[in-house]
């Protein structure tokens, strides 16, 4: 069977003053349809490089992305915008809605900027009533906890039935209450809907919500006895790729 998502010698550096800093050093794995996986590593890993480069908002100094059969390289700066759209939903860990919109506007806004009709309302009501803000969608951000937010950012990456589903440190602001709620809903959905989500994350209990584990350090991917934090002498060790 062919990846679904594939990862191939992915370098990227950046260049910090007269620095030149690697953020990935060759990295090469692949994601099955269907899969939640979870990316973990400490923070300087490469993490967050990598989930850019896999949602086609940069691109890698060398290697190759494919998303479904389709190689980013390949396609130009719209071809590659019209990908993300049809396919890829985020969640960020800052929630980026807009201010002056209700979390209903900010959840159909999605649709919106992927040339699609309105969402079907029988799936926004599902999806806001498992994140437990149904009741809250009149309302704007400023009215809105933290968790509520998050929600609200997660179910606007939902809202068109992506394919893929990336999110980085989606729970990284949250309170343990909110981030069961947000972590629920990301299985549920790869369960139910058969959407394939990478999630990025730094909280042990967060990932082990994934169906497999990938450990990050310097740019590149190790097994976890090569990652202090997650070593079976840790004691988050039980959590094994």
């Given at each position: 069977?062919?990846?679904?998502?594939?990862?191939?010698?992915?370098?990227?550096?950046?260049?910090?003053?007269?620095?030149?800093?690697?953020?990935?050093?060759g990295i090469s794995f692949s994601v099955q349809k269907g899969e939640f996986v979870t990316v973990v590593g400490p923070s300087g890993s490469g993490k967050s490089t990598l989930f850019y480069l896999l949602g086609g908002l940069t691109q890698a100094d060398s290697g190759s992305v494919t998303i479904d059969g389709i190689d980013f390289a390949t396609l130009s700066d719209g071809e590659r915008t019209r990908l993300r759209k049809s396919k890829i939903g985020f969640v960020f860990q800052k929630f980026n809605l807009l201010p002056t919109l209700s979390a209903r506007s900010n959840i159909e806004i999605a649709a919106d900027i992927a040339g699609?009709?309105?969402?079907?309302?029988?799936?926004?009501s599902k999806i806001t009533g498992m994140l437990g803000i149904a009741q809250r969608l009149e309302?704007?951000?400023?009215?809105?906890?933290?968790?509520?937010?998050?929600?609200?950012?997660?179910?606007?990456?939902?809202?068109?039935?992506?394919?893929?589903?990336?999110?980085?440190?989606?729970t990284g602001n949250l309170d343990s209450k909110s981030s069961s709620v947000v972590l629920e809903m990301l299985r549920q959905s790869n369960k139910e809907l058969g959407q394939t989500v990478l999630m990025i994350t730094h909280n042990p209990e967060a990932a082990d919500y994934g169906d497999r584990i990938v450990?990050?350090?310097?740019?590149?991917?190790?097994?976890?006895?090569?990652?202090?934090?997650?070593?079976?002498?840790?004691?988050?060790?039980?959590l094994q790729s």
């Open positions: 069977m062919s990846a679904f998502i594939e990862a191939r010698e992915l370098r990227k550096t950046y260049r910090v003053g007269k620095v030149d800093v690697p953020a990935l050093r699609r009709a309105m969402p079907d309302p029988a799936f926004l309302h704007r951000p400023s009215e809105l906890s933290g968790g509520e937010q998050q929600r609200v950012a997660l179910a606007r990456a939902l809202i068109n039935r992506p394919a893929i589903v990336l999110a980085d440190e989606p450990h990050m350090r310097d740019g590149q991917i190790v097994t976890p006895d090569e990652d202090p934090q997650w070593s079976p002498h840790h004691p988050a060790g039980h």
